[in-house]
């Protein structure tokens, strides 16, 4: 444990003020002792805050011998018994024989300690006098180690079984001892950062029925104190909630406010009501990793709350709006979080089935929940029936696995999916919840796929709810996008049931890795749609709009005819897309004069050009000199050739002979 875990912390923080020529101080880097001891006072912090009584740890060291620290007495339950006790034992010794210390002292002393009567148990045993032996004794030991292997772990796991055994024989005979009923060991393998693990994670397991085991392997330093913090979450039944935009004054910027954010740790039973509503933002991830989760508050007011006053906190929603939920108000010096009532009350009427529940959500899919219900309907089941594997099919079980297969993604709103709202993804979203598909099933889900591929090239609208956003909503590619996303994540929800359900999966996949060429012509209709807001825009902003001059009116028709064949030039280049519809001609081939094979392609402004020559063409009758003239060059004053013996050369230039 003496080891660095590798994690730099900067030790010199004045780099701006630092006068030239003075050396910056190294970083510095903590032990894994140092780790430990931090995220284990950590630990106990939160538990002493939120249960200051009848929550009780007991600190052992372990290294030749085992070191109590403390005992159950609540006199020594506090943060600053454990710290001095850890300061008399000191940070290991880095030059001391690793041989020499082993953590089975302290396993085997932990197993000792949790069979001793707290004053708790005594006083509730002197109560129940005669039943004194339905007081419990329940514990959990907590060993952070850096294990060699996952024997290493399996040898500690035998050792804690067999203490354990050994000692409830004796606390069997003994008025001093109490048997322990159920023991959690949760071993934390901490390694230094950068290292590779050496030790693999493992779920909670029952090695008999009074011990069950768990490993974690965390990598030291913030690691290791972020998980502890998960730990202590899920040991006593905790919950977190974090509020966030808190603007505090900084003394470096005295003038300025910075934003900064808050969690506090609680019991479960605070977040029942949003749990119940099904509509609280409370998956959210904190900032602190992936697996763990908090409810999101957001300082609404800002508000100081020196003088009484009262803060707002508003909670997002999963449909994306916003509602006031909790107030933070001080009391006597102290400051609450309240909960303010964001629901319908008990003593209205109850609401229809049309307004929704408590009033707020009123486009449930009422008419698709009806579907649902028809078609897993119960019957009754009158022969019994066998599986593959000659077990008798147990009818309450095979209807509870057709709901879980049916509702593994089943929006209850209307505005909270796409997908349900398009009759086009019918085929694909009914036959993906089967246990097994056919080879039609497949061809069927297919070809859904290979619709909307087609759907998307041409640019179709969607069915996009925009209830609770302002604006025109999300542009198409933003649209397309999403409906992708939940398309991916309806099918990903069963792709375990058989092979053919990722055969559907790699087809849709395959699909939306779109080429180059597709994201470029995105990339142009999602500037052509920005022109167009802004030309919306500007119209608003001046009332009518005024005629345009004809110069800026060919301008606009030239940019958006170059588009539309830039468009049409990648969609045929695509060895997807179909042919493109042919077309009648602006202007018929044998009216456009004859031109020269150009090297390159011929500008649109070239064809325009022709095509306005061509026309005023038409209008008048044509010069007699350009009827007769080479190579579009005409001889002036031929007449005169004879008459002063003048002659002509091929570029129309005379020359006296």
Known sequence: MAESCRQHVEFDMLVKNRTQGIIPLAPISKSLWTCSVESSMEYCRIMYDIFPFKKLVNFIVSDSGAHVLNSWTQEDQNLQELMAALATVGPPNPRADPECCSILHGLVAAVETLCKITEYQ?????LLMENAERVGNRGRIICITNAKSDSHVRMLEDCV????????KLAANSDHLMQIQKCEL?????????EDSLVSDRPKKELSPVLTSEVHSVRAGRHLATKLNVLVQQHFDLASTTITNIPMKEEQHANTSANYDVELLHHKDAHVDFLRSGDSHAGGSSREGPFKETVTLKWCTPRTNSIGRSVLLEQPRKSGSKVISHMLSSHGGEIFLHVLSSSRSILEDPPSISEGCGGRVTDYRITDFGEFMRENRLTPFLDPRYKIDASLEIPLERAKDQLEKHTRYWPMIISQTTIFNMQAVVPLAGVIVKESLTEEDVLNCQKTIYNLVDMERK??????STVGTRGKGPK???QYRIMWNELETLVRAHISN????QRVLECLM???SKPPEEEERKKRGRKREDREDKSEQAGKEHGTEKPRPDADRLKGILERGKEELAEAEVIKDSPDSPEPPNKKPLVEMDETPHMEKSKGPVSLLSLWSNRINTANSRKHQEFAGRLNSVNNRAELYQHLKEENGMETTENGKASRQ
Do not use: F, M, W
Not at 186 to 194: D, E, K, Q, R, S
Not at 459 to 464: K, T
Not at 498 to 501: F, G
């Open 122 to 126: 005594h006083e509730a045993r002197t």
């Open 161 to 168: 079984q067999e203490t354990i055994h050994e000692h409830n």
């Open 186 to 194: 949760v071993l934390i393998h901490t390694y230094p950062v950068g």
């Open 459 to 464: 640019n179709d609208p969607l069915p996009v």
């Open 476 to 478: 198409r590619d933003e």
């Open 498 to 501: 058989s092979e053919k359900h």
């Open 510 to 512: 395959a699909c939306r």
